[in-house]
T-cell receptor, first 115, second 112 residues
Framework: KAGVTQTPRYLIKTRGQQVTLSCSPI?????VSWYQQTPGQGLQFLFE???????NKGNFPGRFSGRQFSNSRSEMNVSTLELGDSALYLC??????????????FGPGTRLTVT | DQQVKQNSPSLSVQEGRISILNCDYT??????FLWYKKYPAEGPTFLIS?????DKNEDGRFTVFLNKSAKHLSLHIVPSQPGDSAVYFC???????????FGSGTRLSIRP
């Protein structure tokens, strides 16, 4: 079974621009979550989509948005980029068996550098 | 407010011995707990998880123990191998959603 894929792997943008990142979850996984990882803040939850609906949202400004398509693929968009948005953006797909197990698998991430 | 805490930023263990990584949490609503391993410049790799209805889950060399009354969980790796050297993250999630809260990580080094 193929893992979580993210494109692009690396991206350089300038302040004020916008960026779209893409994530394809593991086949059969309907939940996709996005995280931001920075050296100072660690792994921080951005949002989670399930069946094309945003089910959870972290504490990030409205410049960060996302969506999920009917095939469970997800995109994340950041508008009006700031220097502080430079980070590794990770996508994860998850599968939960109620009361039994919860597995979440991460993709390799997209390294975004804002200059 | 850190809901998931890993108080040891680093741990060094001799190869072949047991590695014990600890994690504390504050939110009693957490129903699932997960452990991840992370190498630099890569996404976290899922290792093992445990539901709050259990107190132990084992998978090969990895065992996770959950003490709900103490709001504490630990990951045991035995025997420790050089390839286990990485940063380990503890994470927790309420059952109603998959919003996962991560700890700050513990860097495990396995020395020969």
């Amino acid at each position: 079974k193929a893992g979580v894929t993210q494109t692009p792997r690396y991206l350089i943008k300038t302040r004020g621009q916008q960026v779209t990142l893409s994530c394809s979850p593991i086949s059969g996984h309907r939940s996709v979550s996005w995280y931001q990882q920075t050296p100072g803040q660690g792994l921080q939850f951005l949002f989670e989509y399930f069946s094309e609906t945003q089910r959870n949202k972290g504490n990030f400004p409205g410049r960060f948005s996302g969506r999920q398509f009917s095939n469970s693929r997800s995109e994340m968009n950041v508008s009006t980029l700031e220097l502080g948005d430079s980070a590794l953006y990770l996508c994860a797909s998850s599968f939960i068996r109620a009361g039994s197990s919860y597995e979440q698998y991460f993709g390799p991430g997209t390294r975004l550098t804002v200059t | 407010d850190q809901q998931v805490k890993q108080n040891s930023p680093s741990l060094s263990v001799q190869e072949g011995r047991i590695s014990i990584l600890n994690c504390d949490y504050t939110n009693s609503m957490f129903d699932y707990f997960l452990w991840y391993k992370k190498y630099p410049a890569e996404g976290p790799t899922f290792l093992i998880s445990i539901s709050s209805i259990k107190d132990k889950n084992e998978d090969g060399r990895f065992t996770v123990f959950l003490n709900k009354s103490a709001k504490h969980l630990s990951l045991h790796i035995v025997p420790s191998q050089p390839g286990d050297s990485a940063v380990y993250f503890c994470a927790a999630s309420p059952s109603s959603a998959s919003k996962i809260i991560f700890g700050s990580g513990t860097r495990l080094s396995i020395r020969p």
